[in-house]
Every structure is written in structure tokens, then in C-alpha cells.
């Protein structure tokens, strides 16, 4: 992972150079360090506020040039809003506002990590630190030639000026292993799907390997033998041949019961024989976008060391149209023994999950499956690219993602669940049919997970409208976003973690 930000912490007292960033209140109110590396150019800070209506409101900046009086080239203000208003995903924010400042060629920046009342506490000094990389990422790896004004790259060199280096530094190692999560789910994310299939998408999260992650990779000959049916059924049309990848972090207790995440790889979607129209397939290649995440969670979660035992799980598969492809009309019959008609070949991430989520179910015993999924069109139309969908068999773990979403940024909003939905499945033929018509399309899909999870508390993430081609934001300028990976390990941090 090459960074175009470094990121390092000085004391606040510090000397500035390069771009200085400072923070204020509505009132315009600086910290007593801020107040006193800005010297004379206080003033100046006042007369450029009004003259370009800035108030200080939570996400407003000011952007001084050559300001006089001061060594700094380039003064920027950012605003806190009123004091005391401010949470934790805010500091992420101003990171990201101010890498945002950072045109191409090399720079150097100092952030005065400083609110009006005082330094800014470790945790949240290590959220703008955050912010800023997270910001900063680009996939650029297939552009040979760049655009005017993006001549060289962006080499930024930023120092966190901070009340305690010490304690700083310490927590961004664990806080930069997050962020490293996110931008490996990313990277995955973008990577075309003539690159990254099946066996290339195992070999990558074998890399874990290195952080200690026990790996087991599942080849198509291995899954025949646990007779996982319904996955083997969405890839048997693809000359790439399919794979389930289950990785293990054991920083827990001995012999304690694990938590499960599942992810789906679907690492292009064509629709198969129920083949999908031209317009923006290409963005197919992000239908692996719950593999992604999970393969980014389990590296922070190694990479911090996390105290849990944790069970990541992806199923990786290619669905194409072709001679041997899948039918409408097939009947497959799943690891569960339970038996699918295949009605639509589009609505294949379900049948790769419910043999993923069986195999965890049963081989780990986990205390609960998390599974993501960019499972249904239904879920962009009725949540946008703002929430994704949960749904879940367990009050108090659907309770802790809604928390844990709103503390990250990754929300996630509850649908529902219940017998009504679920007879919407049942097929003539079968046990169950793989689409259950045009109403409530997100929740169907959903029951028929539910039909894999074997009693196991479980919540399912739609993440269709999050994981790819949101809009742009200031902590993400990516079109795979790396959506869940901050959600899921603050889940673990928060409930899961022996302290
Ligand atoms: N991968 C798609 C869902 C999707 C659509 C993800 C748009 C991201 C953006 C999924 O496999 C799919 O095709 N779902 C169908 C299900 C239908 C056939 C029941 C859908 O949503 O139309
Ligand atoms: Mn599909
Ligand atoms: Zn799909």
C-alpha cells in the first residue's frame, strides 16, 4: 500500500510550515495554542471570516492565501460549529476536508488539533489522522497518462500537532490498520473483473496469511464433496472456476465461540441466461463488494490484533451465460439438503450465500453470522445510497449494528422479516424458488437467507446501494467505497473484544 499521505504527530506547540490548518467555533474562537501559533494573523483570521461569510459552522472552511504575518503559504480555517455540538465521526470529517486542500506535486501540512476549549482527545485526534488518508486514497493503478494539473502524483506530508504524541501514535496503529482495511475492500472493489475472478480474489485474501490469519481455500471439487449445490450452480457457467475462502483470527479466548462474517463474490454479474441489460453492467465488477469488506475486516482486525476470535467467509464465483450455464427451471439442491428452483439466474448472490452461510453455521458455531451482500436493486431504490438494508432473527445484534453504524458513519436501517414474506418463496417444484416476484424484493431475498442460518442469531447487510457508485464524500472519493469494514470492526470493538 503506497500512501500519498504520510501522516506523523509533533506536539502542539510546534513550528508550522507549509499549509497550516487550524479549527474554530461559531464564535470564531480559537485553542489557546492555536491562538498563539497564529500570532498577529488572529486578526486577519476575523477580517477574511467576514469578508467571505464564514461563521465557524461544522464543516465550513475558510482558505487564506500567503497570509500576512505568519511562515505558513496557506491558512485554512475549518469550522466546528457550536461548541460542544461534535461526534466522533465529525473528526473523521475534518480529516478528510483537509486533505481535500491538497492539490497534485508534494506539500506539507500542519493540523493544529486543537478545539477552542483545548487539544483535541487522543480519539478524536486519531479520526481527523484517519480522515485524511482515507480521503487521499485514489485508484489510479490503470491510468498511463494524467490529466493537466495532475502532473505528479500527490506526495503530502502532514503532522497532527498534538496534546499527547505518545498515546497519538500508539492509536493510530491500531486506528491505520482500520483504515488499511478499508482501502484493501476498495482496491478490490475498483479492480476490473478480467483481473480479479475467483482464484485471484483467494489468492489476495491469502495474503492475510501474514498477519497471522489461518486460510483455508475451498476449490470446486471440495465444495462437490459438501455438496454446496447452490454455489457451484451460479458458477458452473464460468470457464473461472469457483472458490470459497474461510479465514480465521484467533485473538480471543481459547476454544470461545466465534463471530462470523460472510461475505458475497460475485465477482462479475452478467445476470447469467437471465441475462441483464447493457446499460452499466461494467459496474457488475463491484458485485463482490460483501467479500471485499469482509477480506478488509478480517486484515484490521488482524493488524490491530483484535481480542476475538473471528470467522471471515466469502464465497467467490463468476455468473456468465453460456452452455453450461444454470437454467430457469433447475432444480438445485443446497449443502442444507434443502432443495432451490432456479427461477431467475439473476438473483444468483443468494444461492452463494446460502451455502456459505450453512458451512459456517455448522462447521464454526459461531455466536453470530453477519453476512454482507449486494444483493438487490430493490435496496437502491428504497434506501438510496445513504443506509444499507438490515435484516435480522435477533433484536439485541441488529440493536448493536444500528449503534455501531451511526458511531461510524456506516449506518444501516432495519426492514423486516416474517412469515408473510416468506411463503413468497415456497416453488411448486421445490423447496423454495430463488426470486420471490416484484414485491418487497429486498425482503424475500432475505428470507431465503434466512432459511440457511439454521436458528443462528443473524443479521444480513443489503449493501447494493453503499458499497459502489455512492456519491463522493469527504472521507471517500472512490466508486468502490469500502462501506462496512469501519461498521464491523467498531462492532467488535464495541461488544466482542476481551479487555
Ligand atoms: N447484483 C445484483 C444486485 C445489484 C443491482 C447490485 C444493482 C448492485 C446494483 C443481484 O445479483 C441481482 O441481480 N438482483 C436482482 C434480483 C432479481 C432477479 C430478483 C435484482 O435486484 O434485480
Ligand atoms: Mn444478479
Ligand atoms: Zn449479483
Sequence with gaps: MSDAIKVGFVPLASAT???LVVFCDEALKVGPATAK?????GE???????????????????DILAPEGLKAER??????????????????????????????GSAAMTIMAELPDGAMNTEQTVAIASGLRLRAYKFDRYKTKKKEGEEGALRADVSLAVGDVAAAKKAFASAGAVVDGVIIARDLVNEPPNVLFPEEFARRAGQLRKLGVRIEVLDVKAMQKLGMGALLGVG???????RTVIMRWDGGKKGEAPVAFVGKGVCFDTGGISI???GSMEDMKGDMGGAACVVGLMHALAARKAKANVVGAIGLVENMPDGNAQRPGDIVTSMSGQ??????TDAEGRLVLADVLWYVAKKTKPKFMVDLATLTGAIVVALGTDHAGMFSNNDELAGRLLAAGIESGEKVWRLPLGPEYDKLIDSQFADMKNTGGRHGGSITAAQFL?????GTPWAHLDIAGTAMGAPKTDINQSWGSGYGVRLLDRLVADHYERK
Aim: no cysteine; net charge positive.
Design 276 to 278: 441483464k441489460a447493457a
Design 450 to 454: 434466512q432459511r440457511f442460518v439454521d
Design 236 to 242: 458452473q457457467g464460468s470457464a473461472r472456476p469457483s
Design 44 to 62: 486577519l483570521v476575523k477580517r477574511a471570516a467576514a469578508a467571505g461569510s464564514f461563521k465557524g459552522k461544522s464543516g465550513a472552511a475558510l
Design 339 to 344: 432443495t432451490i428452483e432456479i427461477i431467475n
Design 37 to 41: 501559533a497564529l500570532g498577529g494573523a
Design 17 to 19: 510550515r507549509g499549509i
Design 75 to 104: 491558512l485554512i480555517v475549518i469550522g466546528t460549529g457550536k461548541a460542544g455540538g461534535l461526534k466522533g465521526n465529525d473528526f473523521l470529517k475534518f480529516g478528510g476536508m483537509a486533505a481535500g486542500k491538497l492539490k497534485a
